[in-house]
């Protein structure tokens, strides 16, 4: 199409329309609308009902995988945890970065996490513990800060050469060796967290009223608990599940345009990929993009063309042109 | 701060009302922008005859029908749905509509893509509707995020590693339920409605694209008065000159 022409289709395009017309009632149509979709929404809604499985808790962890709960405790106190390596907003650390450019750092630490104060030690002392919890409590508190390390490190070491080949722990088996109160800390709280006692001082954190989660979810993401969960109900980003919904009911569909990324091996984790350390930086990246591209696609040349291109539009208007006539080279 | 002035009587035309406030000066560029008749017509051009014109509409209900259930449900608290039978079937309705919603928005989309209704110094129309969907999008996201079941703490959790890592989460925390509960319920909802809002109201004023390869009516009769088919005889996609076939008149008032 030459300039011309496309400027004077332009012209006609933008002005008032001029041929004919057919009734239209706006508020009847709205009204119409407005009840097939209440219909719809109630009886999906009846048929189907909406997801809501329960929330997970320290105490069913502490349950259902106790070498865990205790191998991430111990894990907390020695530093080598997700939580405890993050970087910012919780600690200091380089987190993700981007070539040279460490993202992950410009907005500075505004969540400080201590994992080793507020996951361990802060609600350990918040109660009363038995005599061995109470003495080991005193002496982690008595030690220096080289100390308290070196007896972490080399109990999370200890722990961690227990693992067999699939990655289980086997308690029973750690090495002997001088580990000061940490195993006695983290017998502590995992005692703590079977009760249900672990959860309430989580909740709380010693305040009256507590809207920010971000302590037990960080705890909570520790461990292998709640991602084994998610593996299972198929909730991984390497299997969709952005988009995923746990159970059978339709998940965040819309964010496939998000979600495929996460599916090429580059990205991925299981197909050995380059880039999964600063996966979620790229994709970002890339989706901001995107999106800017979509938002202007009616001034950016060929993509705005695609309609005329790929002409589906004439299934649309197939009657108009049926009756009015159109042009045809 | 106030003068005595005359009674106001209205003028003939918008055209001839000369405002002396600022409350005036709006009333006339709304008038003129927006007149009734454009606001709420009786009439639609000939050519808005098809299934995906109600896709608009239809997303516009769902809309309402997920604020109507999302202030029951804020009523009733973010852990009402837990505990009662009668909080569960309202969540029940706000998590479908949310989902006819989003079926509703991106049927409109692919549809008004391949129509390219960008056309016709219309793309602001179509920005206004991008941005809608990525404002919906987030709404969406916060409100899984305040569900307080198992979904919440999943998506928060994996959440919390894309906002950190572009450094949002410094101010954007998703593993914050106040500040969640915050934003889906008042900031992003207000951010969605004034851009539905806006884009609307632009609609209105524009009205809906012509077909990709329409006959200019108005041409047309011109063509018809002149037998030399001076005006508008070029294919709408080449340019070349071009020939009309099985045209009926196009031009004229309301078909019935």
């Known amino acids: 199409m030459t300039s011309a022409v496309r400027k004077e289709r332009n012209a006609f395009y933008a002005r008032t329309w001029g041929g004919k017309n057919r009734h239209y009632d706006i508020f009847k149509e709205g009204a119409i609308a407005l009840s097939i979709t209440a219909i719809l929404v109630v009886a999906l809604s009846a048929l189907f009902s909406s997801p809501d499985d329960p929330s997970l808790t320290f105490k069913g962890w502490a349950q259902s995988a106790p070498d865990n709960f205790y191998a991430t405790t111990v894990q907390q106190l020695a530093g080598t945890s997700g939580t405890a390596t993050y970087g910012p907003p919780y600690n200091e650390g380089d987190g993700i970065s981007v070539g040279p450019l460490t993202l992950q750092k410009w907005g500075g630490v505004t969540h400080p996490v201590d994992s080793v104060n507020d996951l361990v030690i802060t609600p350990l002392s918040s109660q009363v513990e038995p005599s061995n919890v109470t003495d080991a409590l005193k002496a982690w508190n008595a030690a220096t800060s080289d100390q308290q390390t070196a007896w972490a490190t080399a109990y999370d070491d200890a722990v961690q050469a227990t693992a067999d080949d699939n990655g289980d722990l086997h308690l029973d088996a750690v090495a002997k060796g001088d580990y000061g109160p940490v195993p006695d800390l983290a017998t502590g709280l995992l005692a703590m967290a079977n009760s249900g006692a672990y959860d309430n001082a989580m909740t709380g954190q010693g305040q ?24 299972e109900k198929n909730l991984q980003g390497n299997t969709w599940g952005m988009m995923n919904e746990a159970g059978s009911w339709p998940g965040q569909i819309w964010l496939a345009f998000w979600s495929v990324w996460y599916q090429l091996p580059m990205f991925n984790n299981a197909d050995g990929g380059t880039l999964t350390d600063n996966a979620d930086a790229i994709i970002f990246f890339i989706l901001m993009a995107l999106i800017l591209l979509f938002i202007l696609v009616p001034w950016i040349p060929g993509v705005r063309d695609l309609p005329r291109w790929i002409p589906l539009h004439r299934l649309v208007w197939k009657d108009y042109y049926k009756k009015y006539g159109r042009f045809t080279s | 701060m106030s003068t005595d002035t005359a009674a106001e009587s209205a003028p003939a035309a918008i055209e001839d009302f000369q405002p002396t406030t600022w409350t005036g000066s709006i009333r006339k560029k709304w008038l003129t922008t927006l007149p009734p008749e454009k606001m709420l017509p009786e009439n639609q051009p000939a050519y808005v005859s098809s299934w995906i014109y109600v896709f608009g509409m239809l997303t516009i209900t769902a809309l309402i029908v997920v604020i109507a259930s999302g202030c029951i449900l804020t009523i009733g608290g973010v852990q009402w749905f837990h505990e009662s039978s009668t909080g569960h079937f309202v969540n029940s309705l706000h998590f479908w509509s949310v989902q006819l919603f989003f079926l509703f928005m991106i ?150």
């Open chain 1, 208 to 231: 009256f009223f507590q809207t920010d989660q971000t302590k037990q979810l960080l705890m909570m993401g520790d461990g292998s608990y709640m991602d084994d969960i998610a593996t």
């Open chain 2, 107 to 256: 049927v409109h989309l692919w549809g008004k893509f391949w129509m390219a209704a960008w056309r016709g110094k219309r793309g602001l129309t179509w920005a206004t509707g991008a941005i809608c969907f990525m404002a919906a999008l987030a709404t969406a996201f916060t409100g899984y995020t305040i569900t307080t079941n198992f979904n919440a703490q999943w998506i928060a959790f994996e959440a919390k590693d894309v906002m950190n890592s572009v450094a949002l989460g410094s101010w954007i925390n998703v593993t914050n339920l106040g500040q969640m509960v915050g934003m889906h319920v008042v900031l992003l909802p207000l951010a969605v409605v004034a851009v539905v809002a806006m884009h609307v109201l632009l609609v209105r004023k524009h009205g809906v694209v012509p077909p990709i390869d329409a006959l200019d009516p108005e041409a047309a009769v011109s063509a018809s008065a002149a037998p030399s088919h001076s005006a508008d005889t070029r294919s709408a996609d080449t340019g070349e000159a071009a020939t009309v076939s099985g045209a009926a008149d196009a031009t004229g008032e309301v078909s019935s």
